[in-house]
């Protein structure tokens, strides 16, 4: 009986367990992983391993988080390749056949499937050139030094990838390999300018390109394009979990008062959230200037080759580049090299400040895309042991715009304007001007320009009008707000504008009037659509012209190819008949445009409008004003003078100069700018030099 009754339970007993409630499934929603990367050493510098999950405490803003996985990654295996002499640039086997050629260039970084092992204890060293300057000493340079690494200095942990920036966009020539031939032969064909993707063009001959680093004129001299560029590489990046050390080899990188130092907070950002440590390798080598110049090109001329004042601005402009490769380095975890003839220095530190580290990942509770900053720390839960811990101290969460009602969109916007890491998602350029209207008081016009395809893009959703919130604020020294301005910015999309999309970008005008001293501007435009936003950051300088006891004070220089009537939309910069009371940049109500890229087409011609001050002068006296385009260190053009003998202002004693500058005459290309003014009863004069661009 016994028997049967088993029997009978065994045969029921699958019915009765489907019966029975089964608890249900657990799901993760809203969820973020996090993945950072911790180094723990022992007092003496030596790494620790066997370390789990359950050694380690991970806390975001002081709240304990989960722990996903921890994986340890063993750096031990560096002993250097034997040198092979064949991987000499220029001495590289090519390959036999077209099919072989396109091995070489890939779409983009191949992100192994979850357990794929091919980067577990290796070092990820990514090369990137930037390719936008035609200096071939420069470049030269950068291929010898990779290639003296690969030849010699590359061990066997190592994983090198080849990225490039030119033509306005990032490509990648070679994923990771631990192939040296591979890796050469990409060398060898950069360095001999056989690469596929290069036309040999300059960049700003492109004015038809879509949204990105390319943007036409956009991306002549902003030093932000670049950034930019660095920022995309990075993201390429982020996809891998693994540390990694990214070698930016380049011959320029500079953030002054006419760059966007929004960019460089955004790229830093980037790089801090994937695990990229950016090692900037300036490509000039060791620079040693001559006070008169060297004997690449002829020596300058005018007064300021006797006072000093040539000599004192290369030393700024060199000063400011390193400071911004300095900057670069120091704020992501990498260390920068200047001054150094062998490159291949910067790939060994790249490569050698990677030690055995852990990747450690969380879940995230704070699931709010509201952009504040997150604070993280990590330690062991053995508080005993003496220990080393190295981590990144947080990272900034994402914003969303879409599912906020109009309240909570005002109070983000408000939030984004005072962001410490801004949101770079809108191209823009922005230029600033002075002129004094008292003799306290200066008109600082701020003109900014934003790329068609922004309008292209807001078309192709099907928007009629493109509208852009823009917020202006301007802060003294001292960090005390002097100016706010909130405007909105309505661009019709109608079929007449259409195919003006792409080429045609936005500008907005706007002023302040203010002291001299020294301030910075943010500049902030949302597109009020789909809360696209874009920020623009710079510190400038309005000095005091009443202190001017050598030289003729002048205001600064307004270039442009344009002059519209006041009240005329194009562009969507439009005056009132009210506001060009007193505005400089109009007359006879007419208004200039400034350029604000300084790219300038040679079918048209080129406006210049600045004004100098006479303020102890009775009765005024003429002016003389010229001005001169240099190419390469040579006078290749000169305008013809002109004589200004009326038309000064009762207030501030400004006389206006204005000229038109035919540009039919000169070749496509760069230029370096001088405009020069005489006072010749006063014996002063002054001189104010720019770069521009000049396209077909």
Not at 461 to 481: F, M, N, Q, W
Request: no cysteine; aromatic share 8%.
């Amino acid at each position: 009986m016994l028997l049967r009754l088993l029997l009978v339970i065994a045969l029921f007993a699958p019915a009765l367990a489907a019966q029975q409630p089964t608890p249900p499934p657990t799901f993760r929603a809203a969820t973020k992983l996090i993945v950072t990367t911790v180094v723990v050493r022992n007092p003496d510098g030596t790494p620790i391993e066997g370390l789990t999950a359950d050694d380690f405490v991970v806390t975001e803003d002081n709240e304990p988080q989960e722990i996903a996985f921890v994986e340890y990654q063993r750096l031990d295996n560096l002993n250097p390749l034997p040198p092979m002499e064949t991987l000499q640039v220029g001495n590289v086997p090519r390959p036999s056949s077209t099919a072989d050629v396109s091995s070489i260039v890939t779409p983009g970084i191949t992100v192994p499937p979850s357990g794929d092992a091919r980067f577990r204890n290796r070092r990820l060293i990514i090369l990137l050139f930037d390719l936008s300057s035609p200096n071939n000493a420069a470049q030269e340079r950068m291929f010898t030094g990779a290639s003296a690494y690969l030849n010699g200095q590359m061990t066997e942990a190592d994983l090198v990838a080849i990225l490039t920036y030119r033509g306005g966009a990032v490509r990648v020539k070679q994923d990771f390999t631990d192939d040296r031939r591979k890796l050469a032969n990409v060398l060898d064909v950069l360095a001999n300018g056989e690469d596929a993707d290069g036309d040999g063009v300059l960049d700003f001959q492109d004015f038809s390109s879509a949204f990105g680093q390319n943007d036409g004129e956009f991306n002549v001299f902003t030093t932000d394009r670049k950034l930019a560029a660095l920022q995309t590489a990075v993201a390429m990046l982020r996809p891998l979990p693994e540390q990694k050390s990214l070698v930016f080899f380049t011959d320029n990188l500079s953030v002054n008062g006419t760059d966007n130092n929004a960019q460089m907070r955004a790229t830093t950002n980037a790089a801090i959230r994937a695990n990229v440590q950016i090692f900037p390798v300036d490509a000039r080598g060791l620079v040693a200037m001559a006070p008169l110049g060297n004997a690449n090109q002829r020596s300058p001329g005018g007064i300021g080759m006797f006072t000093g004042a040539l000599a004192q601005q290369q030393v700024a402009r060199l000063q400011r580049s390193q400071d911004t490769f300095y900057a670069l380095a120091k704020d992501t975890g990498g260390k920068a090299l200047l001054d150094y003839n062998d490159l291949s220095l910067g790939i060994r530190q790249a490569a050698e400040a990677q030690t055995s580290y852990y990747i450690l990942a969380f879940y995230s509770t704070h699931t709010a895309n509201d952009g504040k900053y997150r604070r993280i720390q990590v330690r062991l839960k053995d508080d005993t042991r003496q220990v080393a811990l190295t981590h990144r101290p947080g990272y900034f969460a994402d914003k969303e715009w879409a599912r906020q009602n109009g309240v909570e969109r005002e109070r983000q916007l408000e939030e984004a304007l005072m962001l410490e890491n801004p949101i770079t998602d809108i191209t823009i350029a922005l230029e600033l001007n002075y002129f004094q209207v008292t003799r306290p008081e200066y008109f600082v016009p701020v003109s900014a320009k934003i790329p068609g395809s922004e309008l292209e893009l807001a078309r192709r959703r099907g928007a009629k009008a493109l509208t852009l919130d823009v917020l202006v604020e301007v802060k003294d020294s001292y960090g005390a707000t002097q100016r706010n301005m909130r405007d909105r910015i309505e661009v019709s999309l109608n079929a007449a504008n259409a195919e003006r999309l792409i080429t045609q970008p936005v500008q907005y005008d706007t002023g302040v009037t203010l002291l001299p001293g020294k301030y910075m501007l943010k500049f902030l435009v949302r597109d009020a659509e789909v809360g696209r936003i874009g920020t623009y950051q710079t510190s400038f300088t309005i000095p005091n012209l009443n202190r001017e006891p050598t030289r003729l004070p002048i205001s600064s220089v307004v270039l442009g190819s344009q002059r519209l009537t006041v009240n005329e939309a194009l562009y969507n910069v439009k005056t009132t008949d009210k506001q060009s009371i007193g505005h400089p940049l109009i007359e006879s109500g007419r208004k200039l445009l400034p350029s604000v890229t300084r790219v300038f087409s040679a079918s048209r011609d080129m406006h210049v409008y600045l004004e100098a001050y006479q303020q102890y002068a009775e009765p005024m006296q003429p002016l003389i004003a010229y001005a001169t385009f240099y190419r390469e260190g040579a006078k290749v053009y000169e305008s013809q003078p002109v004589t200004v003998t009326s038309g000064v202002q009762r207030t501030s004693k400004a006389i206006p100069v204005r000229m038109t500058i035919p540009l039919a005459s000169l070749s496509p290309g760069r230029y370096d700018w001088q405009v020069t003014v005489i006072d010749p009863a006063g014996q002063k004069a002054a001189f104010w030099q720019t770069a521009i661009a000049i396209v077909p």
